[in-house]
């Protein structure tokens, strides 16, 4: 047999060497030569046999070739280039004394990049409880650090200390406030930390990959139960834990609404295949409750690709864990995410069909309600249509600002006969290219529709285009500066889901909410971003992602959890304190004040706060919007020591709101002459001088009424305007 095998590497010798060194095990000769002998041996037995000269097999083949060399592959290690005494050899069955040794202990080290020596001795053996003493001698090689391009691993008591450090910092931080010794054009030293195992260690990663790392996790960790499906081409991650599915149910058992969303740039794309496929861009969606006293996430995914179908998937496999369908669930205009919150939470029906029946059941037809009422974000909207081609190139302010506040009529209609009107008259103002008074002297219906802006649903839309063109053919004296006819298209084909983002079906579902708003769900994607993962990298690995999410939750529900067992006990007290309270037909009011006054004294510190919570959950039921506590709170609280009330600097208004930009227009510097007008209350003007003295007039109220009587007269009366004219 050892003959047979020398004839093999006979055959394969000019392949088994390279410029006289024996090639590593991983090449692929040593596999040729194992499959030439019949697989009876693996690569890398094959390759210590040659390596260590057995049978004399390295010695023949060098002889063969006529390799020569002072130093062997073998004997190629730390020790060759170092003087050692013949007391450091090791023979067999030999002994040696340690006391007669020169050294109490000794080393060799040899550099991976350059090869530099290194020896290590230790004269005396240390006393029990005493340091070691080691003296190291090695070759100088300052100036020569570009030479040196491994990486050396921490390893001891400073890799825990740098490991502590970086939980709460970046690595790249750590970096650059450890280079400050270094001088301009140094090269750093080998063993500057740039990775973060600590981070890892605590996490528990052990497995490189990411997709088994989570599959670890889900079946091998304290997340056993909270990672329920785990996807590799396309990626997905379907995750929420019993903790979460407890605070929805409770949500459930009173008016619940569930607000979704996704969020992008927070994971890293994944690489596939020999070919380094990189995979699409993962997006993280949540689902959020919000209550009087907080939020919190009910269900998360992380996807990569964002198709109906899939976020139907994930909707129903959340369904499956015995949870309530919630009554409300408010998303942006995504029609890949609409189709599938209603084919998940509406019995299956499409997007187009829960549109067309809810259109039938404000139309007065028979029809039975939907389990969910399905909302689209008010801001979602407004955005999308800001955003149109058609106004990012109109500079009037004012224009743009008619167009967007006709969508705020749209989208703030109650009733299908008040949103059959304003489209109507929309669009005839946005179709018709004259206005004011026509031929005959008659307002157009362009001028009309100015002044009131303040079937099937193709059909009903149908019918609202035609009656808008019909009325822009009237043909008026003036051009119209409002008339933009590339917008009518886009307006109709939002028109189309209008049931989903109008008010039109809060009556018919008994929606508690007047506005569909994102600010829950979004305000926990910038807790997620700038809190939780301040001290990580972004984007981050699937599994450190996860988890690290997974961790923050899992703190976050039982917070949450006491908020609402509080909020639940001060509710069933305030409850037993009002069924005490007696009302007297003949002065209910008195009696209800005097009640109220007498079981004042009766609360504890805690029940107060208990009322004051209660306060602020109604009033995020009523407010239309209370973004920063900027809102308008009109709920009559009790509070004691309450501070005086002091007026705030209100902000401008927003499209939601009302226009009363319009009564102060005369009262702003661009758009008026302060310098040529005295009459105007309030003395915004500059002080009259005459003569470099300045004169400044009080109580102008009188004269600016007389003013504008005169100046109305002038404009509105030609007997008037000539007797003023010829008056001298």
Same mark, same amino acid.
């Given at each position: ?260 969303? @996704?969020?992008? /740039?927070? !994971?890293? %794309?994944?690489?596939? =295949?020999? #070919?380094? +496929? ?57 029609? @890949?995410?609409? /189709?599938? !919150?209603? %084919?998940?939470?509406? =019995?299956? #029906?499409? +997007? ?377």
């Amino acid at each position: 047999m050892i003959m047979y095998i020398q004839i093999i590497f006979e055959n394969n010798k000019l392949n088994l060497f390279e410029d006289g060194v024996l090639k590593p095990y991983t090449d692929h000769v040593w596999t040729t030569i194992c499959e030439q002998l019949g697989n009876k041996c693996i690569p890398k037995s094959l390759y210590i046999s040659v390596f260590q000269d057995r049978h004399d097999y390295q010695s023949k083949l060098k002889k063969s070739l006529n390799i020569f060399s002072t130093n062997d592959s073998f004997d190629d290690s730390s020790e060759k280039s170092l003087d050692k005494n013949s007391e450091d050899e090791v023979e067999t069955n030999m002994s040696s004394d340690i006391t007669r040794s020169k050294y109490f202990i000794k080393f060799y080290a040899t550099c991976k990049d350059k090869s530099c020596e290194l020896f290590g001795s230790a004269d005396k053996q240390p006393q029990p409880g005493q340091p070691l003493l080691l003296s190291i001698l090695e070759n100088d090689t300052r100036g020569q650090e570009i030479q040196h391009v491994t990486k050396r691993p921490l390893k001891g008591t400073k890799r825990e200390t740098i490991g502590k450090q970086l939980f709460t910092d970046l690595a790249c931080n750590w970096r650059r406030n450890n280079i400050s010794r270094m001088q301009f054009g140094q090269i750093s030293p080998p063993n500057l930390k740039t990775k973060q195992q600590f981070k890892d260690k605590s996490l528990g990663i052990t497995e490189k990959c990411p997709i088994k790392s989570l599959v670890e996790f889900k079946n091998n960790s304290q997340f056993s139960g909270s990672i329920h499906s785990i996807g590799i081409d396309p990626v997905l991650v379907y995750y929420w834990s019993t903790h979460q599915l407890i605070i929805y149910k409770d949500l459930t058992k009173t008016y619940c609404r569930l607000s979704i969303d @996704a969020t992008g /740039g927070l !994971i890293k %794309r994944f690489k596939r =295949s020999f #070919l380094n +496929l990189t995979s699409s861009h993962i997006f993280l969606y949540e689902a959020v409750v919000n209550t009087g006293y907080g939020q919190i996430p009910v269900s998360q995914m992380i996807f990569e690709r964002q198709d109906t179908l899939s976020i139907q998937n994930w909707r129903a496999r959340w369904l499956k864990s015995g949870i309530k369908i919630p009554d409300e669930t408010v998303c942006d205009y995504s029609t @890949a995410l609409l /189709g599938a !919150i209603t %084919r998940a939470l509406c =019995s299956g #029906l499409t +997007l187009r069909c829960y549109a067309e029946k809810c259109f039938r059941i404000i139309t007065g037809h028979p029809e039975k309600l939907s389990q969910c009422y399905i909302r689209i974000y008010i801001a979602h909207m407004i955005k999308i249509f800001c955003r149109n081609k058609h106004l990012s190139g109109i500079k009037n302010k004012q224009l743009k600002q008619l167009y967007i506040r006709g969508v705020r009529l749209l989208i703030t209609a109650c009733k299908v006969d008040e949103f059959r009107e304003i489209p109507i008259a929309l669009l005839t103002t946005i179709m018709s290219e004259t206005n004011e008074l026509d031929e005959a002297n008659n307002i157009t219906p362009s001028e009309a529709n100015e002044d009131g802006e303040s079937e099937g649903i193709t059909d009903f839309l149908r019918a609202i285009e035609e009656e808008s063109q019909k009325n822009s053919r009237v043909i008026g004296k003036s051009l119209s500066g409002y008339w933009a006819p590339n917008l009518v298209k886009d307006i109709l084909r939002i028109c189309k889901d209008f049931p989903l983002w109008k008010n039109v079906m809060k009556i018919s579902f008994s929606s508690i909410y007047d506005t569909p708003t994102s600010a829950s769900v979004k305000s926990d994607f910038g807790e997620l971003k700038r809190k939780i993962l301040r001290y990580e990298v972004q984007p981050m690995t699937a599994d450190r992602f996860v988890i690290k999410h997974l961790q923050a939750i899992d703190s976050n529900t039982k917070l949450f959890r006491s908020k609402q067992l509080r909020h639940d006990l001060s509710t069933e007290h305030i409850k037993n304190t009002l069924d005490d309270i007696t009302v007297d037909k003949k002065s209910p009011v008195k009696n209800i004040k005097r009640s109220l006054f007498e079981n004042l004294d009766e609360f504890s510190d805690s029940e107060v706060s208990g009322i004051s919570e209660i306060s602020e959950g109604r009033n995020e039921i009523d407010a239309f919007d209370n973004w920063r506590d900027l809102g308008e709170n009109n709920e009559i609280g009790i509070n004691i020591n309450q501070k005086p009330i002091t007026s705030k600097k209100l902000r401008m208004t927003t499209y939601m709101d009302a226009v009363p930009e319009i009564e102060h227009l005369l009262t702003q510097k661009t758009t008026c002459s302060n310098l040529n007008s005295l009459l105007i209350n309030g003395n915004i003007t500059t002080p009259l001088k005459i003569s470099k003295q300045r004169y400044l007039l009080h109580n102008t109220c009188p004269f600016d009424s007389i003013a504008v009587i005169i100046t109305m007269a002038y404009i509105d009366n030609d007997q008037y305007k000539q007797f003023i004219d010829t008056e001298k």
